[in-house]
């Protein structure tokens, strides 16, 4: 099994002072408040429709949903449809966000029901969304450190300040480009790996043929009997209510401030269909790796190290197939999700703060 050896710590050396150079080349595009928050409302479908789709995701992509792959099947794909669903619910409303013509989710909070509330929820989603993201990135070092063997507290330490760095520096710009670079990287990863699953398996016939042989048709079956003694989890009613919750948030202000960055409405249904497109193909490849974990090295992810095993399935299957250098890109791209959450939050929190809070402050005062 391959290791994290010196040549992947410099291709994620490499990665990191690139992230740091695009963020501080950018800087130039910023002149005003709305170059930085929103990219002046200048971005182009391809740019920002790959940052909605990478920011979507996190590293529970290769974690938590590749842990319910290994275990469960065909299962983790509900998750995934129901992120098509609600992609394809972005797709209709991409023009109407777009049309709120607003900075911050605030801004639309206070133009509907007035200071108290934007207020509220302003101070709400600082204090809170900077604690999820804060945890993501603990997550993700207590993985990396399991998992990859690399140092826990370096890795938040690293990783946050080249985040922090791109983002403050190059604002909204930044966080696009970063995330369009993250997009490059993680999706020709992510199909290789896919590919050399199946060549180990023999194929996509087969992967259904060792399933059938291993005995695992009824566990691997995407709909589940419904079972109170698991809550429900993974039956017809627990798909159902993930594809609505997912439909939900797909209508919330969270999902249209990311499409305050468009140039038109046309630019911002044509960034939509990205996303739906991009979703249809993670939701085919990543399901992949983790069925293999499961045929092919179960002793070796029951082996690992960490509080739930199967969450490490995508990470040994990585480490069973990929080459050196391959791996530490690998990890990147487990970088790439986290960044790409953390760097949209982090600017969305900015100007949360710069629009909504300081302004209200400096009135009071």
């Known amino acids: 099994m391959t290791t994290i050896s010196t040549i992947?710590?410099?291709?994620?050396?490499?990665?990191?002072?690139?992230?740091?150079?695009?963020?501080?080349?950018?800087?130039?595009?910023?002149?005003?408040?709305?170059?930085?928050?929103?990219?002046?409302?200048k971005g182009t479908w391809w740019l920002v429709g790959m940052s909605i789709f990478i920011s979507s995701i996190s590293a529970r992509t290769f974690t938590a949903n590749a842990g319910v792959g290994y275990t469960d099947?065909?299962?983790?794909?509900?998750?995934?449809?129901?992120?098509?669903?609600?992609?394809?619910?972005?797709?209709?409303?991409?023009?109407?966000?777009?049309?709120?013509?607003?900075?911050?989710?605030?801004?639309?909070?206070?133009?509907?029901?007035?200071?108290?509330?934007?207020?509220?929820?302003?101070?709400?989603?600082v204090i809170f969304g900077n604690i999820g993201g804060a945890t993501m990135l603990w997550a993700l070092a207590i993985f990396c450190s399991a998992v990859f063997q690399i140092d826990l507290t370096t890795?938040?330490?690293?990783?946050?300040?080249?985040?922090?760095?791109?983002?403050?520096?190059?604002?909204?710009?930044?966080?696009?480009?970063?995330?369009?670079?993250?997009?490059?990287?993680?999706?020709?990863?992510?199909?290789?790996?896919?590919?050399?699953?199946l060549i180990?398996?023999?194929?996509?016939?087969?992967?259904?043929?060792?399933?059938?042989?291993?005995?695992?048709?009824?566990?691997?079956?995407?709909?589940?009997?419904?079972?109170m003694s698991t809550l429900g989890n993974y039956s017809l009613q627990w798909i159902m209510a993930v594809v609505i919750s997912q439909i939900i948030f797909s209508m919330t202000l969270g999902s249209?401030?990311?499409?305050?960055?468009?140039?038109?409405?046309?630019?911002?249904?044509?960034?939509?269909?990205?996303?739906?497109?991009l979703c249809v193909i993670g939701a085919a490849?990543?399901?992949?790796?983790?069925?293999?974990?499961?045929?092919?090295?179960?002793?070796?992810?029951?082996?690992?190290?960490?509080?739930?095993?199967?969450?490490?399935?995508?990470?040994?299957?990585?480490m069973q197939l990929l080459p050196l250098g391959l791996l530490g890109i690998m990890v990147i791209a487990m970088f790439s999700t986290t960044a790409s959450t953390l760097d949209t939050g982090l600017n969305g929190a900015a100007g949360i703060v710069v629009i909504n809070m300081y302004p209200a402050i400096c009135r009071r005062f």
Not at 168 to 191: E, K, N, Y
Not at 257 to 264: C, G, L, P, T
Not at 292 to 309: N, Q, Y
């Open 200 to 227: 180990q398996l023999g194929g996509i016939g087969g992967m259904f043929g060792e399933i059938h042989a291993q005995g695992l048709t009824e566990q691997f079956k995407m709909v589940k009997e419904y079972d």
């Open 256 to 277: 249209a401030v990311r499409f305050f960055s468009v140039k038109d409405e046309r630019e911002g249904r044509k960034a939509a269909w990205l996303n739906v497109g």
């Open 155 to 197: 890795t938040i330490i690293v990783l946050g300040v080249v985040v922090i760095f791109y983002s403050c520096s190059g604002g909204r710009w930044a966080v696009m480009a970063t995330d369009f670079l993250q997009g490059l990287i993680i999706m020709p990863i992510t199909f290789l790996i896919a590919i050399l699953a």
């Open 73 to 125: 099947g065909w299962t983790v794909n509900a998750i995934y449809l129901a992120n098509i669903v609600a992609a394809l619910v972005m797709v209709l409303l991409a023009g109407r966000f777009r049309r709120i013509r607003a900075t911050t989710m605030p801004e639309v909070v206070r133009l509907r029901y007035g200071v108290g509330l934007e207020q509220f929820y302003a101070y709400w989603g």
């Open 8 to 41: 992947d710590f410099v291709v994620m050396g490499v990665y990191l002072i690139l992230l740091l150079i695009l963020g501080y080349a950018i800087r130039k595009m910023t002149s005003n408040v709305s170059d930085y928050f929103r990219g002046g409302c």
């Open 285 to 318: 490849i990543w399901i992949v790796p983790a069925i293999a974990a499961r045929l092919l090295f179960p002793e070796v992810v029951d082996g690992m190290d960490i509080g739930k095993p199967a969450e490490a399935a995508y990470a040994v299957v990585s």
